[in-house]
């Protein structure tokens, strides 16, 4: 079966509680969604965020490269060929990976549709549910603590700590939330880049000395600096995570020759796509770094794509898959449902999308 149109949407939903990271505040959803059409009217769809301080990409942009060179390599071509498809995507062009998940995700989707097969069983697994984390934004100690307990109340086991803003009083949020959840909720942070190498070693240490719990801390440390992120590695007991250091395998091969992390978040939106992104898991696997699936706002289309990777692989800590969970209404009608910490996949040919509101 022939693809015979590309089309794009631009996607705007508002959450329902501003999204706070030491890089940005946010209280919309902005996605570009590509929609690819066969001869016999089929579609699959996929999604590309706006994350200008992760990945450098726009809505405007990813449009752009998603109706020009992506849609070249794959309109007039068998969906059937989904490893040539998405081979011919990576090399399409120089970054613009967000671009490239999309159409990555969307030919997925497509073929698995072709099949009669939802993406996880055209993946390779039964498995129609995943465990996720929730993020707690930035906040002053009483806000964090009051937001950790609604997580818990959502019905959410896993808590993401946003931190990284101020090292002088992220040990004592940190304390505090972990107080108030008591063994209600497993925590792990996030300081996104926010620490030097000094204050992250400072405060990881407190941390493990008051019996804060850490699961692990991620990317405490600038993403280019990898000396600074193996000395963190290499100075605290708390496994460190590697997010925005590494987008795909080159970053990932240099992370494991210097030691520099003990886990890596692995991202559609930074590596391209599925087919990297099943690459990295197993290469991870293959050389001892513990795994996430990670997402940057995506949608329903984006997490659904992450978590049916997750069902299929499977990773060594709950993913961290909550960014649809924030929009107020979904912008899709279908996909995935999110019951507490658990998503539900499902079980219809490819995503489950019917369409883009």
Same mark, same amino acid.
């Given at each position: *079966?022939?693809?015979?149109?590309?089309?794009?949407?631009?996607?705007?939903?508002?959450?329902?509680?501003?999204?706070?990271?030491?890089?940005?505040?946010?209280?919309?959803?902005?996605?570009?969604?590509?929609?690819?059409?066969?001869?016999?009217?089929?579609?699959?769809?996929?999604?590309?965020?706006?994350?200008?301080?992760?990945?450098?990409?726009?809505?405007?942009?990813?449009?752009?490269?998603?109706?020009?060179?992506?849609?070249?390599? @794959?309109? =007039?071509?068998?969906?059937?060929?989904?490893?040539?498809?998405?081979?011919?995507? #990576?090399?399409?062009?120089?970054?613009?990976? =967000?671009?490239?998940?999309?159409?990555?995700?969307?030919?997925?989707?497509?073929?698995?549709?072709?099949?009669?097969?939802?993406?996880?069983?055209?993946? !390779?697994?039964?498995?129609?549910?995943?465990?996720?984390?929730?993020?707690?934004?930035?906040?002053?100690?009483?806000?964090?603590? +009051? &937001?950790?307990?609604?997580?818990?109340?959502? !019905?959410?086991?896993?808590?993401?700590?946003?931190?990284?803003? &101020?090292?002088? /009083? &992220?040990? $004592?949020?940190?304390?505090?939330?972990?107080?108030? @959840?008591?063994?209600?909720?497993?925590?792990?942070?996030?300081?996104?880049?926010?620490?030097?190498?000094?204050?992250?070693? +400072?405060?990881?240490?407190?941390?493990?000395?008051? %019996?804060?719990?850490?699961?692990?801390?991620?990317?405490?440390?600038? #993403?280019?600096?990898?000396?600074?992120?193996?000395?963190?590695?290499?100075?605290?007991? +708390?496994?460190?995570? #590697?997010?925005? /250091?590494?987008?795909?395998?080159?970053?990932?091969?240099?992370?494991?020759?210097?030691?520099?992390?003990?886990?890596?978040?692995?991202?559609?939106?930074?590596?391209? =796509?599925?087919?990297?992104?099943?690459?990295?898991?197993?290469?991870?696997?293959?050389? %001892?770094?513990? /795994?996430?699936?990670?997402? *940057? *706002?995506?949608?329903?289309?984006?997490? !659904?794509?992450?978590?049916?990777?997750?069902?299929?692989?499977?990773?060594?800590? +709950?993913?961290?898959?909550?960014?649809?969970?924030?929009?107020?209404?979904?912008?899709? $009608?279908? !996909?995935?449902?999110?019951?507490?910490?658990?998503?539900?996949?499902?079980?219809?040919?490819?995503?489950?999308?019917?369409?883009?509101?």
């Amino acid at each position: *079966m022939t693809i015979v149109d590309v089309r794009c949407h631009h996607l705007t939903t508002a959450l329902h509680s501003p999204f706070v990271t030491a890089l940005r505040r946010t209280t919309d959803l902005e996605t570009t969604v590509v929609e690819i059409i066969d001869d016999t009217g089929e579609r699959g769809f996929g999604e590309a965020p706006q994350v200008w301080r992760v990945t450098g990409e726009s809505l405007e942009g990813s449009r752009a490269c998603l109706e020009g060179p992506l849609a070249d390599v @794959v309109r =007039g071509r068998s969906s059937d060929d989904l490893v040539d498809l998405t081979r011919a995507v #990576a090399e399409a062009v120089v970054g613009n990976f =967000g671009a490239k998940a999309a159409m990555d995700v969307a030919l997925h989707d497509l073929a698995a549709r072709r099949t009669g097969l939802s993406l996880p069983r055209f993946l !390779g697994t039964a498995r129609h549910q995943v465990e996720t984390d929730v993020t707690v934004s930035v906040g002053e100690l009483s806000q964090l603590s +009051t &937001d950790a307990l609604r997580r818990v109340e959502d !019905g959410f086991t896993v808590l993401k700590l946003k931190v990284g803003t &101020d090292a002088r /009083t &992220d040990t $004592e949020r940190i304390v505090a939330v972990r107080e108030a @959840v008591g063994d209600r909720a497993r925590i792990r942070v996030d300081a996104n880049q926010g620490w030097t190498a000094r204050e992250a070693i +400072t405060t990881i240490c407190a941390i493990e000395d008051a %019996g804060g719990g850490l699961e692990f801390v991620e990317q405490p440390v600038p #993403a280019a600096d990898l000396a600074a992120l193996g000395r963190v590695t290499a100075a605290v007991d +708390t496994p460190i995570m #590697a997010d925005e /250091t590494v987008f795909g395998l080159r970053d990932l091969v240099e992370v494991v020759r210097r030691n520099a992390a003990d886990l890596v978040n692995v991202k559609l939106a930074k590596c391209g =796509g599925l087919s990297t992104a099943r690459t990295l898991l197993e290469f991870s696997r293959t050389h %001892g770094v513990g /795994t996430i699936v990670g997402s *940057m *706002m995506e949608g329903p289309i984006g997490v !659904g794509a992450a978590a049916s990777l997750v069902a299929a692989l499977g990773t060594t800590y +709950t993913s961290d898959l909550d960014a649809a969970w924030w929009a107020a209404v979904s912008p899709v $009608e279908g !996909g995935i449902e999110y019951h507490g910490g658990t998503i539900v996949l499902p079980d219809l040919p490819g995503l489950g999308i019917g369409s883009v509101k």
